[in-house]
């Protein structure tokens, strides 16, 4: 059987999107799920398009979304050069753009600017796109040459037949075919002698024996005219897996600058890779039992791109935020503790003990950022609406609450030790005394520390952290509001 191989080839225009993590992440799986090979290639012949420091992000992001490649720029596996700007040194396109020449499948275009401004136009995907008219495909051999030795500018077009059909093959689609005379003569090698993407994306993938070539489906529609290509090769053409589009909440493609599009800013918003991951493997993909929780081994098991849908994928922040809180659950504490204490030293300068508030959210949040929101309380008593005694299920009012407050007062005054158990202790044994439930002690206590309807842990967990003179001063100050009230 064959290895397969798999490649992730991205143009390095900016940071790296969902949907190129996407891409990656399917490659990624399909290679590992079959233990064959993943390989990265820099797709940078769109020297306009390029970007400084494009390629780091990719690196970064490939490392930190956990998806090794087997074979890039910087490992070589025996197919190298693996940037294309490299690969074009080494005269592999023109080689085969003029072994396309030789065949009549493609030819040299002399044609100016001015020339092909005169030409006409058509509206393909809103997008206005020039139709070329083949004139230069009529120029005999002595000419073409006379124009090479001449210096004249040109670019290499492909032939494609005016008449017939040509079919290819997608893994989701099915079969697609097209009229030829619907395809235009797309430009193989542009006049700086950099070849298009269409053209080195083929060339690539044969001569580095990629298998299954995943891409999204914006390049549905040019498929026709690499198979094209592939036949003229008589080369074997690789499994073609088109994505679904991903679009947000409103059916809209996802935009670029939604703010949450790219993975390097959703882990500055406080997510974590390994959910993020996990999420984005079902932006358009689902297991037989619709399980939602998969570790990337996990992923590699149970991965069939057969199961890849056809429909558009809603990102839904929503559902990743939700994901993500179920990966902090789960994450061992040290790991989750190093995450979280910058966010907990952004909301506490006080001298509390973080890893016991740590220890607190951890199950209450579900990215990082929500630990400001959960835990400001502890550094300062919040303004709080004295109504807040009020707890119909816990049976207590303005004045039970305050009656209550005021027996306790002296009790916690002569406490020594404001360790959790030893205060829990305290209050269960006043309650004992009164003949009441918990909560109608519980409740105004906890409010007066807190100053929260909700808090991460009950009232005795918040007087620890808060120590003795700072829980006995909330508790004074819920006394005089009680009574102001
Ligand atoms: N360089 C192309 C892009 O970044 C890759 C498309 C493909 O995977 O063939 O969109």
């Not at 930190?64 to 490649?69: E, N, V």
């Not at 020339?115 to 051999?141: A, F, N, P, Q, W």
């Not at 508030?357 to 950022?369: G, S, Y």
Request: aromatic share 10%; charged share 30%.
């Amino acid at each position: 059987m064959t290895k397969i191989r798999t490649r992730y080839a991205p143009s390095p225009t900016g940071k790296m999107h969902v949907g190129n993590l996407r891409s990656a992440l399917y490659e990624f799986l399909i290679a590992k799920h079959a233990e064959g090979d993943f390989m990265l290639r820099i797709e940078d012949t769109d020297q306009e398009r390029f970007v400084e420091g494009a390629t780091e992000i990719i690196y970064r992001t490939l490392e930190k979304a956990g998806l090794t490649h087997d074979e890039g720029p910087d490992k070589d596996g025996g197919y190298g050069p693996y940037v294309q700007s490299e690969r074009m040194k080494t005269g592999i396109y023109m080689k085969y753009a003029k072994e396309l020449i030789e065949k009549r499948e493609a030819y040299y275009c002399f044609c100016d600017k001015e020339r092909l401004s005169s030409l006409k136009t058509e509206v393909v995907e809103g997008k206005e796109i020039m139709i070329y008219d083949k004139h230069c495909l009529s120029l005999s051999k002595e000419e073409v040459e006379a124009n090479l030795a001449a210096g004249k500018p040109y670019v290499i077009r492909q032939n494609n037949p005016q008449e017939g059909s040509t079919t290819f093959h997608d893994e989701l689609y099915g079969d697609i075919t097209v009229e030829n005379a619907e395809l235009d003569d797309m430009i193989l090698i542009k006049s700086d002698g950099y070849p298009t993407y269409n053209f080195a994306n083929v060339v690539d993938d044969h001569t580095m024996n990629i298998t299954h070539v995943v891409r999204g489906n914006e390049y549905l529609s040019s498929s026709p005219k690499y198979q094209r290509l592939y036949e003229a090769f008589g080369w074997e053409v690789p499994a073609y897996v088109h994505l679904p589009l991903i679009t947000d909440e409103n059916h809209k493609k996802l935009a670029k600058r939604s703010g949450h599009s790219s993975f390097e800013d959703l882990l500055e918003q406080g997510f974590v890779a390994e959910a993020v991951v996990n999420y984005i493997a079902l932006l358009g993909w689902s297991p037989e039992d619709n399980r939602e929780i998969f570790s990337l081994e996990e992923l590699i098991r149970e991965f069939d791109y057969r199961r890849i849908s056809k429909s558009p994928a809603v990102f839904d922040i929503v559902k990743l935020r939700w994901m993500n809180g179920e990966y902090l659950k789960t994450m061992d504490f040290d790991t989750f503790y190093g995450m979280a204490e910058p966010y907990l030293r952004q909301s506490l300068t006080k001298d509390f003990d973080l890893k016991k508030i740590a220890a607190m959210v951890k199950t209450r949040i579900e990215v990082f950022p929500d630990i400001a929101g959960q835990v400001d309380f502890f550094e300062s008593l919040p303004e709080y609406d004295v109504q807040m005694y009020v707890h119909k299920k816990m049976k207590t009012d303005l004045g039970s609450s305050l009656e209550v407050l005021q027996e306790l007062l002296p009790i916690l005054e002569r406490q020594e030790d404001y360790g959790n158990d030893s205060l829990y202790q305290t209050l269960t044994d006043y309650v004992a005394q009164k003949g009441c439930k918990n909560g109608y002690v519980m409740w105004p206590v906890r409010t007066a520390v807190s100053g929260r309807q909700m808090t991460p842990a009950g009232a005795t967990e918040i007087m620890e952290i808060l120590g003795k003179e700072e829980s006995l001063a909330r508790i004074r100050k819920g006394i005089e509001k009680l009574q102001d009230a």
